[in-house]
């Protein structure tokens, strides 16, 4: 589904990932996890193409996407949620949600129910705009205007971070579903441990740009988590 081989790739002339590989299987949820500026965002965005890899290559779908533009690669079916969402403030919900079929393939038939029914607080906001939802309103716009273009591998940046308790668990039950449903791959930035214990199937920890530890979720145990994680 995607396999990441030796990625460099940083902001001008300073490099944050080196040697970066990492696999995401069909159907699977894999987390990424590291301390606080270690380049989990800079690698998802190097994966969704808004970064350019300095070296190294990306597979998709068995398709070398590495110098493919962003919007190229969402057509190809990958969709992103952002760390702090990027919703448009000054649209509705309903046009941010618009936003996220223009990836898709089938577009005249609108917003796919599965995207909405995972999140039902939405519809009653649909003519609200994007900058007057709570952040919890737009994490759940966010994740459902990714879901619209129905992707096969969506990139799920922190999508916890800041939210209310029971919004967090909202957003594992939809993780969970989609992850049943077997025919889309997470690949999941999360600091949250119990979160990643809960969704997760294989995890990998970055350290200073570079994959330190990685695992199959039972692995991921204490002893990783101060090593690796504890600040
Ligand atoms: N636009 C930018 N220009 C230059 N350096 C940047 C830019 N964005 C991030 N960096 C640097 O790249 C490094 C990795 O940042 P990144 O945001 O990828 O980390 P992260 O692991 O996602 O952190 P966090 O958990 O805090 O979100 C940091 O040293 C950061 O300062």
Redesign the pocket.
């Known amino acids: 589904m995607l396999s990441v081989k030796h990625i460099e790739a940083g ?2 002339e ?1 490099i ?1 990932l080196r040697d970066i590989s990492l696999e995401v299987k069909p159907g699977q949820v894999v987390c990424l996890m ?1 301390r ?8 998802t965005k190097t994966i969704m193409g808004t970064i350019k890899a300095k070296s190294g290559s990306i597979i998709y779908d068995e398709q070398n996407i590495t110098k493919l533009a962003p919007y190229e690669r969402a057509k190809l079916g990958i969709g992103y949620v952002p ?1 702090g969402r990027e919703i448009f403030a000054q649209l509705s919900v309903q046009e941010n949600l618009l936003l996220g079929l223009e990836a898709s393939r089938d577009r005249k038939n609108g917003v796919p129910a599965s995207a909405i029914d995972k999140f039902p607080v939405l519809p009653s906001m649909y003519q609200r705009k994007g900058g007057d939802l709570s952040g919890g309103q737009q994490q759940q716009l966010a994740f459902a205007r990714a879901l619209a273009s129905k992707p096969k591998l969506l990139l799920l940046d ?1 999508p916890t971070e800041g939210i209310q308790p029971s919004i967090v668990y909202d957003i594992q039950e939809v993780i969970r579903s989609i992850k049943q449903q077997g025919d889309t791959a997470i690949l999941l ?1 999360e ?1 949250s441990i119990e979160f990643v214990k809960s969704v997760a199937d294989y995890y990998y920890i ?1 350290e200073k740009g570079a994959i330190v530890a990685e695992g199959s979720i039972d692995t991921f145990d204490d002893s990783v988590v101060r090593q690796h994680l504890v600040v």
């Open positions: 902001y001008g300073s944050i590291g606080n500026g270690v380049g989990k965002t800079t690698l760390q922190e930035v600091q970055l």
